[in-house]
């Protein structure tokens, strides 16, 4: 019994560790200590704020589309008229896909007191919704912002939060598909029943698919090794044409997909920039540097006065059609005249 | 302050996943992965059946049931059907990304305006410090809401740490801590160490599936990907926590698991604090691991010296 008591004492050195730590990071966080709350004014007609803003942008996980998405809010920022520096401080911080460690990120930008918070990603939208009430948020790269939770519809949202849906242009790409594929009954995808986002742009590609008479055969996928034979089997399901929708999974292995599709003959379709470029007939791509631009748009409104909650989630403003002229002659089909005016880039 | 807050409840939470992968690694020298999966397993339970309108309390409950099974899955692969350690957990694991994704019927389940076992220790704020929303510490205002969660999960763990300190103290926890140290001897005495073996994983991963329903309750949701490199974690938790106590007395060794997953979340907010660069995150993680791997072996050189 004794023994059990003084062995209390053998735990002093964690629980010092503990405290020391914790003293520290209380220690950098003393300029929050009896904070008046600065209340930001800004000069409309020059736009100049009353102090040195700090934006925060909060990323979940390193993927293409949401460096894309990064890039483009750094050069919204850069072309706003504010001057990096002088006028404002932009704080990126990455969770690389490490949830608990995004939980931290985020107390983390709670208790620094930004100006604003840029996110990009649903799970970082997941996690800001439930933790910060206060700060601006202004979110990209979120396929679905009611699903994430951060309001009931595109206007009704919480008080604080406002942003940038990403969802695929699927409504597009099915009637791009009618004008160059007339014929078509049957149109594919594989999925990632492992991402929300997956299955969602699914659904809304179905929806979309239906009204332009076509049936969606589905695959689900759920590790890039699988890839390759998912699409396959999916190319033998007497589908007319692959029509990819966008997840993570997928995006990044695309290059089985399109070898899959190129050894059945099967015409190939993305939602992606780059898919077009890796052999895909056309690719109907929502701007992901524009996402960021759009999303500083919108934080230069809140920055100027308007509540977040009076300003409504907005979907992309720009869309790309990009075809591949070389791939379509792989796959002989020709593509309309009409089609080929409209899009944005064509490659030869 | 937030910030501590914040790094305080996660690091109390995830210390459940530590004392799983204490018992798995540490009592029975079982590299058991299964973690990844069962973390997932427990938010995924305690998620969809919050959502279908269960009880929080009970949903929290069922989770642990669920880890627990999943980790007696593992145990039965090993033990009856002889499977290397290492290749039973990765099994399961594997196995668990299906069946969560099953259980939760998609990828992810948002709990924002359910009640939950968190919302209702928000809610107990009023009892702990009257119907004051914003505390003032030494200068910093700070959420009662937040104070009560970290006060009310702080006492939850502390009484989950007596409850496996005291059964481990049982003739029953004896033998499976025996069975880990020396299995022959513990099978002279006429202990099935097969049953023990299957027992402890079950009791390793139920903690861990209890750990990750606190953690979606506390996050707000749950996501099929949430148990990657969790094992990591946990590790890191038990080994920072062993290097900090050097001492292996059981008691102790539980006591070091907790403060070794409270530390690490610490750790990550100081990083996150100092504004290191953000793809640095991982490699600052794994130095972390590293000098407290290190860190023991340097001392004990010193002091011979």
């Known amino acids: 019994m004794k023994n059990t008591f003084f062995s209390i004492f053998k735990i002093y050195k964690g629980l010092l560790l503990i405290v020391i730590i914790s003293l520290i990071l209380l220690y950098t966080d003393r300029y929050n200590r009896n904070k008046k ?3 930001l004014t800004l000069d409309q007609g020059t736009f100049k704020p009353s102090h040195k803003l700090k934006f925060c942008l909060i990323q979940y996980n390193d993927a293409p589309i949401s460096e894309e998405c990064r890039d483009g809010i750094v050069k919204g920022l850069a072309e706003s008229g504010l001057k990096e520096g002088t006028d404002y401080n932009l704080n990126i911080i990455n969770a690389q896909g490490d949830l608990a ?3 931290n990120i985020i107390d983390e930008a709670q208790s620094s007191h930004y100006d604003l918070i840029f996110s990009t990603s649903t799970p970082t939208l997941q996690t800001i919704v439930k933790k910060i009430k206060d700060t601006p948020v202004v979110f990209s790269l979120v396929a679905d912002p009611v699903v994430a939770g951060a ?6 949202h919480q008080s604080n939060i406002t942003g940038i849906s990403t969802l695929g242009d699927y409504e597009g790409m099915a009637k791009l598909l009618k004008e160059i594929m007339p ?3 049957t149109i594919g995808t594989l999925y990632t029943p492992g991402e929300a986002n997956s299955v969602k742009n699914k659904e809304v590609m179905e929806m979309y698919a239906k009204k332009a008479g076509l049936d969606l055969v589905t695959v689900p996928v759920n590790s890039s090794a699988e890839t390759m034979d998912a699409a396959l089997m999916l190319c033998t399901k007497k589908i007319d044409a692959v029509c990819q929708i966008i997840d993570n999974l997928t995006s990044a292995s695309f290059s089985s997909i399109q070898k899959a599709s190129a050894s059945t003959s099967i015409p190939l379709f ?3 920039g780059d898919q077009a470029e890796k052999g895909a007939i056309a690719a109907v791509s929502r701007d992901y540097i524009q996402s960021g631009m759009d999303a500083v748009r919108l934080a230069m409104r809140i920055l100027k006065g308007e509540k977040p909650a009076a300003i409504p989630f907005e979907y992309v403003s720009k869309t790309n059609l990009i075809i591949n002229r070389k791939a379509a002659a792989f796959y002989k089909i020709k593509i309309p005249d009409k089609v080929i005016k409209k899009a944005d880039k064509v490659i030869k | 302050m937030t910030l501590l807050i914040g790094s305080l409840t996660i690091g109390l939470i995830l210390s459940l996943l530590a004392l799983g992968v204490f018992i798995s690694f540490r009592i029975f020298n079982f590299p058991d992965i299964t973690a990844d999966g069962s973390i997932t397993l427990g938010a995924a339970v305690a998620a969809s059946m919050i959502v279908a309108g269960f009880g929080p309390l009970l949903a929290t409950v069922c989770s642990f049931i669920a880890g627990f099974i999943a980790g007696a899955v593992t145990g039965i692969l090993h033990t009856k059907f002889k499977i290397n350690s290492l290749l039973s957990g990765i099994l399961v694991m594997t196995a668990l990304y ?5 259980v939760m019927g998609k990828s992810n389940i948002p709990l924002l305006s359910q009640k939950t076992v968190i919302t209702s220790f928000e809610s107990f704020s009023q009892y702990i410090f009257s119907s004051t929303d914003i505390i003032n510490i030494a200068g910093w205002s700070v959420p009662a809401k937040d104070l009560s969660v970290l006060i009310l999960t702080a006492i939850i763990i502390i009484i989950f740490a007596i409850i496996l300190y005291l059964f481990l103290k049982t003739n029953l926890g004896t033998a499976m801590r025996a069975t880990g140290n020396n299995a022959q001897m513990i099978r002279a005495l006429g202990v099935n160490t097969q049953t023990m073996i299957i027992l402890g994983l079950a009791l390793s991963n139920g903690l861990i599936g209890l750990s990750g329903a606190l953690f979606a309750q506390y996050q707000g949701f749950a996501d099929v990907q949430m148990g990657i490199g969790m094992i990591v974690l946990g590790l890191a938790s038990v080994i920072i926590g062993e290097a900090l106590i050097n001492e292996k007395t059981l008691g102790l060794l ?9 530390l690490f979340r610490l750790l990550v907010a100081i990083a996150l604090r100092w504004g290191m ?4 995150l991982k490699l600052i993680t794994a130095g972390f691991v590293f000098i407290a791997l290190m860190l023991p072996m340097a001392l004990k050189r010193f002091k011979r010296n």
């Open chain 1, 37 to 39: 709350e600065n209340i």
């Open chain 1, 101 to 103: 460690t995004l939980n």
């Open chain 1, 151 to 156: 309001g009931t519809s595109f206007t009704n």
């Open chain 1, 183 to 185: 014929g078509a009954k």
């Open chain 1, 270 to 272: 993305g939602l992606v």
């Open chain 2, 98 to 102: 299906s069946v969560n994704l099953r």
């Open chain 2, 254 to 262: 539980i006591t070091g698991a907790i403060m070794g997953a409270v």
């Open chain 2, 277 to 280: 660069n953000p793809n640095d």
